[in-house]
């Protein structure tokens, strides 16, 4: 299985970007999938997730002003970020709880996001 992270890129302060991750391989469904970031000098936060059925959880930074969804049958997961602010610059990992011919939690590559006028 992997998960293939995009959309990361250089946006002004107020502006949006819109992250895509896209699982592959012998997947039979994916339970929760979320985002992540590490931003410089910190730890990894959780940032949004979303279950199978589409219940969602979301840091209270980033409340109001993100929002995650999914599309099942694509196995592909989406993260709208508006509103953007410099501390929302990190690098965004997707994760999945993936069920399928070997199971387990998955990690994407990352991808930057830059918040910088």
């Known amino acids: 299985v992997q998960l293939q992270a995009s959309g990361g890129g250089l946006v002004q302060p107020g502006g949006s970007l819109r992250l895509r991750c896209v699982a592959s391989?012998?997947?039979?469904?994916?339970?929760?999938m979320g985002w992540y970031r590490r931003a410089p000098g910190k730890l990894r936060e959780l940032v949004a997730t979303?279950?199978?059925?589409?219940?969602?959880r979301y840091a209270d930074s980033v409340k109001g002003r993100f929002t995650i969804s999914r599309d099942n049958a694509k196995n592909t997961g989406y993260l709208q970020m508006n509103s953007l602010k410099p501390e929302d610059t990190a690098v965004y990992y997707c994760?999945?709880?993936?069920?399928?011919?070997?199971?387990?939690?998955?990690w994407g590559q990352g991808t930057l996001v830059t918040v910088s006028s």
């Open positions: 979303i279950t199978s059925g589409g219940g969602t």
């Open positions: 391989g012998s997947i039979f469904s994916i339970n929760v």
């Open positions: 994760n999945a709880d993936v069920i399928g011919i070997v199971p387990g939690n998955y």
